[in-house]
């Protein structure tokens, strides 16, 4: 199965794709960041997010995507647009009819490492050695980005095979103007 | 000049268009809710009020689009909703180039009230003289669509040929693969 990961932010939001299955070796597909100018508006800077995600589905064919699920415990503004950049991942995922999950920081963090409570650097370094890299990527987002991938290829498989049947029925429903 | 009000929210979307401009009689060219199921997935719900609000713009080919400014005083799971769904509407209006603004809910109140801590029903019972109706519009988000719109023609406008000419120009660019 092919995952591809977002961590979303208006301006860095990282992007990874795994290949694997529970068990066996994880491959990684791609890694990089989608990043739009902090001077541009709100509205363009969805449509640069909506543009990066189309066109890393296009090139890597995930079957499942993977959202990190925001909190706003942090500072609101910040949250505000990782949120609204979020809205792009699942809607452009959604849209296409693939299966959208969400995994929290901590369920993505004990995935890899074992600990909800680890630090960024542990988080990258087990990405890197599961993933045998020569070194972490860079950035943290894309590190992340990687990380949920491989949370979701682990924890996800249970209700995946009904979840996507229910998405791509949904789909079938009449197209609207969208 | 024809603006578009969006007041989003995931399970109520108030959309209300209004033509008019700043000392002319105001006329509602359009008023709705895009409504989506609370138990489906949330990115379906995002791509459903996409539909939504594509389908009001082709319908009522605005010049302008107002959205609610999001704040996070308040529930925060209601607030990380609106912020999604307000994405979508800055993300289709942003696409066509259409220029967008936010507005506060102090501003749009004090717009059409004269205080910026009017009741909704004092928002509602103005909204219905100002646009000559025969009662408010219903629900309230509706009717919050269309004070926003009224609040743009009456504020925005200022600024509104400049931001039209730098979101035309920025939509010129190569479109990538959105």
Do not use: Y
Not at 68 to 90: D, I, K, P, W, Y
Not at 92 to 106: K, Q
């Amino acid at each position: 199965m092919r995952v591809l990961g977002v961590d979303p932010g208006l301006t860095r939001c990282g992007i990874g794709v795994v290949d694997g299955a529970p068990g066996k070796p994880l491959r990684m597909a791609g890694v990089g960041v989608v990043r739009t100018p902090a001077d541009a508006d709100i509205g363009e800077r969805l449509v640069l997010i909506e543009r990066g995600i189309e066109a890393w589905l296009d090139e890597h064919r995930p079957q499942f995507v993977a959202v990190e699920r925001v909190f706003s415990q942090h500072n609101v503004r910040t949250v505000m647009g990782t949120a609204q950049a979020s809205a792009v991942a699942l809607l452009c995922a959604s849209r296409r009819g693939l299966p959208v999950a969400l995994h929290t920081p901590s369920e993505v963090k004990a995935a890899v490492t074992g600990s909800g409570r680890a630090e960024k650097a542990q988080v990258g370094a087990m990405v890197t050695r599961l993933l045998r890299l020569d070194a972490p990527p860079k950035p943290a987002d894309a590190a992340d980005a990687l990380a949920l991938a491989i949370c979701h290829i682990w924890r996800g498989t249970a209700s995946d095979r009904l979840r996507q049947a229910v998405a791509a029925q949904r789909l079938r429903t009449p197209k609207g103007t969208a």
